[in-house]
Each structure stands twice: as structure tokens, then as C-alpha cells.
């Protein structure tokens, strides 16, 4: 088997991408997001992020290398803001706030996409039309649930507030109600998302 440069990222982001959910420091929320990477090592590292081209991460490996650059940002922006957020809530929220994009245990969120006339329109992928309408962020939270992770009040409440629509997403503004950490997931996806707009794989 031919070890390409793209199943070489693919694999150095998995790795990257564990690694970071080693250094969760509360024990059991470790375990449970480890025990989730066990879960989906056949399926996470190739998961895309996006349906569209115009979309971030709409390739294979999108979901991990995306979810790498918000943990990433979100560490920034904690220094930056001098916010009081905990390191395991950085990695916990950055890295899980999409996992829902895999689907559910037994099936994908995401077929490569067969017409060739959405191909060319840049839809190369199209969403499992079999699975249960729930938004990504509550997916994301099902996993976590799922998998016995015991998030706290903020967690739940910066990956829920994932959940408004793209339009009103890209005109986010935080409240007083708002944490520190639902601030920061909220910007470092805005932020991630514009910076690497446009690219369209990972080599």
C-alpha cells in the first residue's frame, strides 16, 4: 500500500488530534473522550467538515484538521482576552463541538457526494438523509453523553451556542449571560473559518 502525503497528514493529525485529548487533566473526562476517539478511529480521521467547497473542511480529514485549528485559536484567543477558562474546556469544547459530524455510532453524517453535476457545482459531499434531524452541536453533545463525559454548565453551554444559524453565527455577539467560553469557541470558529477559507485539502 502506497503511503501518499495526504494519508501521511491525515494520520500525523489523528495522532496530533489524541494527543491533545491525553492532555485533559480531569481523569474522568479524559477516559470518556478517549474512549470516543477508540470509538471512531476508523471513521474521525477521514471525516470531512463541510458539504460545499465554499464551506471549511470540505475534504477528507476536514473534520479533525478543523477541530485541531479551533482548539488551536481558542488557546490564542484564552491569552489574548486574559480569559478564565480552563485548559480541559479549551480541548474538550474545541475538539468535540463538531464531533457530531460523524454521524451517530452505527451510521455516517456524510456520503461522498455521486452526481457529478453537483461535483462540479463544488458539493462533493451530501448529508445521510436516513439519520435523525438534530443539529450538529446537539449531535456533538450526544457523543459526549454518550460516552459518559461529564461536561460542566459552560461546556454544554459553548457548544449549544453553536446552534444559531450560519447568518446569524457570522454577526455574533456575546451577551452578559454569555461565558467566557462560549465567547471564545464562538470567535475561534468565525475566526478559523475565515482564515482558511478557500482551502480545499490538506496537502
Given at each position: 500500500m502506497i503511503d501518499s502525503p495526504l494519508i501521511q497528514k491525515i494520520t500525523a493529525n489523528w495522532i496530533l488530534y489524541k494527543n491533545l485529548v491525553s492532555k485533559i487533566e480531569d481523569d474522568e473526562k479524559r477516559e470518556a473522550c478517549l474512549a470516543i476517539c477508540e470509538k471512531v478511529a476508523d471513521r474521525a480521521?477521514?471525516?470531512p467538515a463541510s458539504t460545499k467547497q465554499e464551506y471549511?473542511?470540505?475534504f477528507t480529514g476536514g473534520l479533525v484538521w478543523h477541530s485541531i485549528n479551533v482548539t488551536k485559536m481558542m488557546k490564542d484567543l484564552v491569552k489574548l482576552y486574559d480569559a478564565d477558562v480552563p485548559t480541559d474546556s479549551i480541548i474538550i469544547t474545541g475538539l468535540f463541538h463538531d464531533i457530531g459530524k460523524l454521524g451517530n455510532l452505527e451510521e455516517d453524517?456524510?456520503?461522498p457526494q455521486n452526481s457529478?453535476?453537483?461535483?462540479?457545482?463544488?458539493?462533493?459531499f451530501e448529508i445521510n438523509q436516513d439519520l435523525t434531524n438534530i443539529s450538529v452541536a446537539n449531535r456533538s453533545l450526544y457523543w459526549l453523553n454518550k460516552f459518559h463525559c461529564p461536561l460542566s454548565?459552560?461546556?454544554?453551554?459553548?457548544?449549544s451556542s453553536l446552534n444559531v444559524r450560519?447568518?446569524?453565527?457570522?454577526t455574533y455577539v456575546?451577551?452578559?449571560?454569555d461565558s467566557w467560553l462560549s465567547v471564545v469557541l464562538q470567535h475561534s470558529v468565525r475566526t478559523v473559518?475565515?482564515?482558511n477559507h478557500g482551502i480545499t485539502s490538506l496537502i
Open positions: 480521521p477521514v471525516c471549511i473542511g470540505c453524517y456524510y456520503f457529478q453535476w453537483h461535483r462540479d457545482k463544488g458539493i462533493l454548565e459552560d461546556e454544554i453551554a459553548a457548544i450560519s447568518s446569524e453565527a457570522i456575546p451577551s452578559y449571560k473559518c475565515i482564515k
